[in-house]
């Protein structure tokens, strides 16, 4: 058995999550990545204006300012929400709710690496990061984000159990299809959510109310639709 740290999350649709956090190890181990993919950018940069001078040293300056505060930024906000060296151990950043990083956030939690860095060495960041159960540094605090191991989505193709019974009226198939959907989903989605979307269903379940016997139910004729009769 693997020992896991998971903080749970909910989506505006009602879609829970179980994020897992990336703790210290993986973390440094992305970072030192990151630092020589930098580095190699930078000596580049640097050997290809060293003959134009102070003007090429004042600009390759004003890259390397550039790079070491723009770069996680900008790939942050790509789909994969990672940097390379992130994306290498799979880890990527989101938002408290598991949504994507937005704009503001990514750009909020990468200036406060000033902060994380004192007194020296990432010496506050690292204490931070040891003292919470969700492993966030106090840019990811202040942003509301958190970085996490990126998880490979798995189907869901068995239906919760439930004894199959046939709806109180006859069902169009596009009314079919969505019935089978919701219960396909019912395992990822949280109780509250489903029992709402039940009483949604009453004219089909003959169940009025937001209950459990509603979801019960909806996912009896979901059995009975899949030909489980």
Known sequence: MRLDTLTSAETPEGIALALRPAGVVSRAGAFAIDLLIRGALMLAVSMSLAPFGRFGSGLALILWFALEWFYPVLFELLPSGATPGKRALGLRVTM????????????LRNLLRTADFLPFAYGLGLATVLMRSDFKRLGDIAAGTIVVHVQRATLHGALPEATPAAPAQALSPRAQAAVIAWAGRSTRITEARLAELAHLAAPVTGVNGASRDAVLRLLSIAHWLMGKR
């Open 96 to 107: 408290d709710s598991g949504l994507p990083i937005t704009p503001a956030a990514s750009l």
